[in-house]
T-cell receptor
């Protein structure tokens, strides 16, 4: 079955530092991949998605992700983290199945 | 972006009672809605997919008679937890989109926290 894996349960970074959240997929064909962010009291918000084409995808809030078929990965990145980025991040695939999530804590 | 609401945002009920959760798309017509369950500090587990006017498609292991889903209109889907028990306590989230599959972006509601005493 198709699945996505997020190896990191919790990540802490300092404000202003760069961020990379990992996501690995298992699917033979080109998958449809998404990154969502969940903040307390708010619904999940789509950060970006990949269907095909350019493997570097730009999203909202300064996030980007790179699809790497050779590594079966779709890692989320941000060059400089803001305190407001503290949240839960989920990688998901096209059939709306989600990874376990990575909780991001931002240190002042 | 499109707005999806859920009502109630939280509910506490006694064991054995039924609870209905509403999911509404406020500014668009949602032909497809998804229902998820999320345990504390865990991921979203897809429970079922509902298409307007047809029966919901349940994921393996989800009891159809326990979790009744109705998608009677293009703006409303309901999830009814029947004869709720403490193990049904969870965070229930819906999402709505203009169609199934990855090409149609899904918009998520804020979730409903159910506590069964």
């Amino acid at each position: 079955a198709q699945s996505v894996t997020q190896p990191d349960i919790h990540i802490t970074v300092s404000e202003g530092a760069s961020l990379e959240l990992r996501c690995n997929y298992s699917y033979g064909a080109t998958p449809y991949l998404f990154w969502y962010v969940q903040s307390p009291g708010q619904g999940l918000q789509l950060l970006l998605k990949y269907f095909s084409g350019d493997t570097l995808v730009q999203g909202i809030k300064g996030f980007e992700a790179e699809f790497k078929r050779s590594q079966s990965s779709f890692n989320l990145r941000k060059p400089s983290v803001h305190w407001s980025d503290a949240a839960e991040y989920f990688c998901a695939q096209g059939d709306m199945r989600f990874g376990a999530g990575t909780r991001l804590t931002v240190k002042p | 972006g499109a707005v999806v609401s859920q009502h109630p945002s939280w509910v506490i009920c006694k064991s054995g009672t039924s609870v209905k959760i509403e999911c509404r798309s406020l500014d668009f017509q949602a032909t497809t809605m998804f229902w998820y369950r999320q345990f504390p500090k865990q991921s979203l587990m897809l429970m079922a997919t509902s298409n307007e006017g047809s029966k919901a498609t349940y994921e393996q292991g989800v009891e159809k008679d326990k979790f009744l889903i109705n998608h009677a209109s293009l703006t409303l889907s309901t999830l009814t937890v029947t004869s709720a028990h403490p193990e049904d306590s969870s965070f229930y989230i819906c999402s709505a989109g203009t169609g199934p599959g990855p090409y149609n972006e899904q918009f998520f509601g804020p979730g409903t926290r159910l506590t069964v005493l």
